[in-house]
T-cell receptor, first 115, second 112 residues
Framework: ETGVTQTPRHLVMGMTNKKSLKCEQHLGHNAMYWYKQSAKKPLELMFVYNFKEQTENNSVPSRFSPECPNSSHLFLHLHTLQPEDSALYLC??????????????FGSGTRLTVV | DAKTTQPPSMDCAEGRAANLPCNHSTISGNEYVYWYRQIHSQGPQYIIHGLKNNETNEMASLIITEDRKSSTLILPHATLRDTAVYYCIVRPRNNAGNMLTFGGGTRLMVKP
């Protein structure tokens, strides 16, 4: 257990479904992230939230919609996904102090399969 | 972030030292070298970081060359559980908006 918990661990969804991924951190961090890891590709940063405000969106399609209701919780809402969106989705958190980001900690990820 | 270059894969015998190289020839003076590893289907795990001095912790040792253009992560007695992808990342320690970004890493296979 790293202090960053992701649920569910595995998810299979159809292209017309709507589902949500959940991330919760118990580390008191104030920044949270979504990363995507497709097969045989490096991790790709998707979204960044700092003090609940989205500070970065790396040209992610609108079928991915993040939500950060507080500094401990992060969601990724999914709708009308494509099979190529199948991947491991990782959540991470860190502490922002004076402009620097420390203590990156990752969850175990959600393995998403779109059918 | 400065670009890093790592071999795509390496093998190591169980119980032997695993030495994972990383080239970062364009590293800037304020950039640290970080190492993370990712065991299959899990999130990346922090291992160690350093600026210019060699560093050691309970997981590994980090050797940085004097010109800081390359480094080596050493796992002194590799076990089967050390089989993972190891990522070498250089980034400033204090830089707003500077997020952790990953390259391809080195896939280390520890064999019995």
């Amino acid at each position: 257990e790293t202090g960053v918990t992701q649920t569910p661990r595995h998810l299979v969804m159809g292209m017309t479904n709507k589902k949500s991924l959940k991330c919760e951190q118990h580390l008191g961090h104030n920044a949270m992230y979504w990363y995507k890891q497709s097969a045989k590709k490096p991790l790709e940063l998707m979204f960044v939230y700092n003090f609940k405000e989205q500070t970065e969106n790396n040209s992610v399609p609108s079928r991915f919609s993040p939500e950060c209701p507080n500094s401990s919780h992060l969601f990724l809402h999914l709708h009308t996904l494509q099979p190529e969106d199948s991947a491991l989705y990782l959540c991470a958190s860190s502490q922002e102090v004076a402009g620097g980001y420390y203590g990156y900690t990752f969850g175990s990820g959600t393995r998403l399969t779109v059918v | 972030d400065a670009k890093t270059t790592q071999p795509p894969s390496m093998d190591c015998a169980e119980g032997r030292a695993a030495n994972l190289p990383c080239n970062h020839s364009t590293i800037s003076g304020n950039e640290y070298v970080y190492w993370y590893r990712q065991i299959h289907s899990q999130g990346p795990q922090y291992i160690i970081h350093g600026l210019k001095n060699n560093e050691t912790n309970e997981m590994a040792s980090l050797i940085i060359t004097e010109d800081r253009k390359s480094s080596t992560l050493i796992l002194p007695h590799a076990t089967l559980r050390d089989t993972a992808v190891y990522y070498c990342i250089v980034r400033p320690r204090n830089n707003a908006g500077n997020m952790l970004t990953f390259g391809g890493g080195t896939r280390l296979m520890v064999k019995p």
